[in-house]
């Protein structure tokens, strides 16, 4: 059993599926769009495999409100191999003016991760 993937509504895609292509490799699939609802979608597949992310919209979807801890969803992580690689694309996310909220560090649980935040403010984790 495997988690085939995971759904994040966002009220504009376009900055979000740029984000995933250009940072993490992402490959885009056909868009899906339901007339009825006004619901539309947008598979990434990520560079080996594993879990995909689908971006969704319709009409209404707002952000979110911006509070420390919310239940539910908390982050993405990304395995990236080694610590240079972590080093690496957060000082490009950096440059690039995306929010670090974190690291590089090495974390109690002995991860060596950084946090940043993709376009819609949601915390993607790089870990080595």
Same mark, same amino acid.
């Given at each position: 059993m495997r988690? =085939?993937?995971v759904? +994040? /509504?966002t009220p504009d895609p376009a900055p979000m599926r740029a984000f995933y292509r250009t940072y993490f490799g992402a490959e885009e699939g056909a868009p899906y769009h339901n007339? &009825? %609802?006004g619901l539309s979608t947008w598979f990434l597949t990520f560079p080996e495999g594993g879990c995909r992310l689908e971006l969704m919209t319709r009409p209404g979807v707002e952000s979110p409100p911006a509070a420390p801890f919310l239940a539910? /969803? %908390?982050h993405l992580c990304f395995a990236l191999g080694? &610590? =240079?690689a +972590?080093?690496?694309?957060?000082a490009r996310l950096a440059a690039d003016g995306f929010a670090v909220k974190s690291g590089p560090r090495v974390t109690g649980d002995g991860y060596y =991760?950084?946090?940043v935040l993709d376009p819609d403010g949601n915390e993607v984790e790089l870990v080595g």
């Open positions: 988690i =085939e993937h759904a +994040v /509504y007339p &009825r %609802t539910g /969803y %908390t080694n &610590r =240079e +972590v080093d690496s694309l957060t =991760e950084s946090c």
